[in-house]
């Protein structure tokens, strides 16, 4: 219980560290954070066999640190800065480290989707023992790739975990007004897919639900996981969320999922004011030095700008700079002589 707390509260310094460094211009782009959704984040992961892939949103930091990668790998790939996961070229919203088997943050809404039911089937048929877990936010239930995702998955039986992270909010509107079934959950029904809605900021009761799914998933049933955890901010960093309502604002302060979880400590006795103290002081120390790892690496050189587009070499890819024209340019005709075209 204490890792978990300690790996929460990682998550929202960094995700603290990081909103101050956009405002910076440290970090271009966009840029969403996980605050609010820590416990959710955490329960995910501790109920993860270290061989267990993970696809996400573009909302992934916390879960790259769940995952175990560097927090200074992390934030060096927000800073676009080339010992980032993803060498400086994906920032924010598309971290990847294939060791650690996150497989990428994705910025499309419900572009990880047909990906993480395909590297289900490539577990499958290959008779591994590995299993998927696929994140997605509540605005993601209402797109074609999420029901033919999970259509697929429930034909063919693969060893995938869908977990929607319900924040009440696609962007500024609510899941009631988008929304003909709000219960998310529910809809694994129409393929008869076992389904669960958890208090997403309970992270002990994420990680039993998760492991639960997960054990489905291995067998054979893929399963549609829903958690309810509401975020503390706007949309993204620079969203103000002045479309909410102002008391509900400040009722969230009371759910706060930190809070809660160190109350719920301190009651059993786990955690006193100076254990507390010393969290916090370990993971802004963390968060420090990880911004101290990304301003000291270097940006990308521009002759890389077309490395990684694919993994192999293709024949005639182009490999010219932008401003480049794609072919030599033709030759003018010479000039006419004697008022005559040549």
Partial sequence: MLDLYREMLLIRRFEERAARAYTQAEIGGYCHLNLGEEATVVGV???????DYLFTNYRE??????????????????????????????????LFDAEARLLGGYGIVGGQLPLATGAALAIDYRGGSEAVVCIMGDGTTNIGAFHESL???????????????????????????????????KRAASYRMPSERVDGTDPLAVRDAMQHALGSARA????????????????SVVDPAKYRDPQKVQALAASDPIALF???????????????????????????????????????S??????????????????????????APVPFPPAPTNGVAA
């Fill in 302 to 327: 521009v002759d890389t700008l077309f490395d990684y587009t694919y993994a192999t070499p293709v024949a005639n890819d182009s490999r010219r700079l932008p401003g480049e024209p794609l072919f």
């Fill in 61 to 94: 930091h916390g879960y790259a640190l769940s995952k175990g990668i560097e927090p200074g790998r992390i934030m060096a790939e927000l800073y676009g800065r080339s010992d980032g996961v993803s060498k400086g070229w994906g920032g924010s919203m598309h």
């Fill in 262 to 300: 160190a109350a719920r400590l301190t009651d059993l006795g786990l955690l006193d004011d100076d254990a507390a103290a010393a969290v916090d002081a370990s993971a802004t120390a963390a968060v420090q030095s990880a911004v101290a790892f990304a301003e000291a690496s270097p940006h990308p």
């Fill in 220 to 235: 054979g049933t893929p399963f549609l996981l829903e958690a309810v955890s509401e975020r503390l901010k706007g949309h």
């Fill in 151 to 185: 259509n697929l998955a429930a034909i063919w039986r693969l060893p995938v975990v869908f977990v929607v992270v319900n924040n009440g909010l696609g962007m500024g509107t609510t899941v009631e007004e988008a929304a003909g079934e709000p219960e998310l959950y």
């Fill in 45 to 51: 992961a501790a109920a993860m066999a270290p061989t």
